[in-house]
C-alpha cells in the first residue's frame, strides 16, 4: 500500500474548484465493476488495482485515478485484490471508465478467465490465426484473429 | 360462427348465456373452447420456462448496462438546451402478440414523446425493433415519416449481444446525425409487473461539448468514437434483454388469465349442456306419457 501511493499519479482534480464526489473517504476505495453480457465478475468491489490493455497503452489504474475514458484491446486484465492476490482474465475488447468519484467501469464485449483457456488448443488456434493475420492488413480482422487464438 | 337462433336470456345476476336450440352444437362448442385452454396452458408453460431462462440471463446484463450508463450519469451530460436537437428514439419490443400490453404501451410512450418533441420543433426519428412496432405505430400513415430503421426476427430466440451490435451497426450506417435520443423498453420489475421506461443515448459531439468532460483525461475523438459506439451496443443490448423478460413474464400471465376465463366458459357450457339434455329428454317423456294416457 505505500508503494502504491508513490506510485500514484498526481490527481490534477483536487486542484479544480468544480469538483465534485470530493469526500476523502470516497477517493481511497475503487467500486470496481466488471462485467461482460453474459456474466458479472466483479459488481462494485473493492480492489486495490487493475492493469488494463488499452488501444493507447496498458494502464494501471488504481484508487483516485485521474477520470479517463478509455477503449480495451484484446489483451488481459490483471485485477489485484485487497488481500493480495491476482485474478486476470482475457478480454477481446470493450471499455473502461474511470470516474472522478473513484468508481471504475470495465464493460468487455467478451471476458473469460486465464484458467477457462486450453493452453494447447489455444497455440494450435495461435498458429490457424498467425497465417490469417498475416494475409489480413485490416486492424480489425487482426484482432479477431488474435481473438479466435486465444479463444 | 354457427347460427345461433335463440334468443339471450338475461339471468338475474346480470349474465347471458343463450339457449343452445340442441345438445349437437354445445357439444361442439365446448370441445373447441376445451381445446383453446389446452393451448393457452401450454402456452403459459412455454412462456415461464423462456422467462425463467430470460430472468437468469438478465442478472449480468443489469450490471453489465448499469455500468455503460454510469458514465452518463455521474458527468452529468446533458445536450444544449435549445438548440433545434435532432432526437432519435429507439423502440425495443418484439414479433410475437399474445402478450398483454407490452407493444402498447412502448408505443404509446412513443407516440407521447414525438408529440412532445415536434411540438417542440424538434425533428425526430424512430428505429423500432419488432414487428408489433412497426404494426402499430407505422402502417397508420400517421408517423409513417418518422420511421428510420425497422428490425423484425425480434423474439423467436433469447437476444444476444450480436443482434444488439447489428442493430447499432445498421443505425449508425443510416447516417442520420443525431444529438440525443433515448432508447425506450419495459423495465421488468417483477413476474407480474412492469414499467415502460427509457434511457438516454447521446451523440458523440453532445458528450464531447459537456461541460463535466473537462475532468476526463487523455481522450482523443478516435477513443471516444469508439467508445461512444460500444456504449450505443450496450445500451440496446439492456433495453433488449430487459423487454424479453418483461414480454416473457406478461405472456405467461396472459395466458393463464386466459386459461382460467376458458375454463370459466366451460363450467357454464356444461351445465347448460345438461341442462339442454336433460329438457330434451323430459319433452320426449312427456310426450310419450300424454301418448299412452290418450290410448
Known sequence: MMAARFLRRSIPVLRQARCYADAPSGSSQMSFTFASPT??????????????????????????????LQVLRPGVVTVFNDDGSAAKFFVSSGSITVNADSSVQLLAEEAFPLDQLDVAAAKANLEKAQSEMASASDEAARAEAIVKALE | MFARTSALVFLPQCQWHPIFPT??????RLKSIKNIQ?????????????????ERQLKPARVYGNGAVALYEKAEIKAPEGVANKHLLIGVSSDRGLCGAVHSNVAKAIKAKIA???????EVMVVNVGD?????LFTLLTHSNYLLLSCKEVGRKPPTFTDASIVATELLNMGFEFDQGAVIYNRFRSVISYKTDEKPIFSIDTVANSENMG????????VLRNYQEFALVNIIYFGLKESTTSEQSARMTAMDSASKNASEMI?????????TRQAVITKELIEIISGAAAL
Open chain 2, 38 to 54: 389446452k393451448i393457452t396452458k401450454s402456452m403459459k408453460m412455454v412462456a415461464a420456462a423462456k422467462y425463467a431462462r430470460a
Open chain 2, 267 to 275: 363450467d357454464k357450457l356444461t351445465l347448460t349442456f345438461n341442462r
Open chain 1, 39 to 68: 456474466q458479472v465478475y466483479f459488481k462494485e468491489a473493492s480492489v486495490k488495482q487493475v492493469d488494463v490493455p488499452t488501444l493507447t497503452g496498458a494502464f494501471g489504474i488504481l484508487p483516485a485515478h485521474v477520470p479517463t
Open chain 2, 215 to 222: 475532468i476526463y483525461d487523455d481522450i482523443d475523438a478516435d
Open chain 2, 132 to 136: 408489433k412496432l412497426r404494426n402499430i
Open chain 2, 116 to 122: 412532445t418533441l415536434t411540438g417542440e420543433g424538434k
Open chain 2, 23 to 28: 345438445p349437437i352444437l354445445v357439444t361442439i
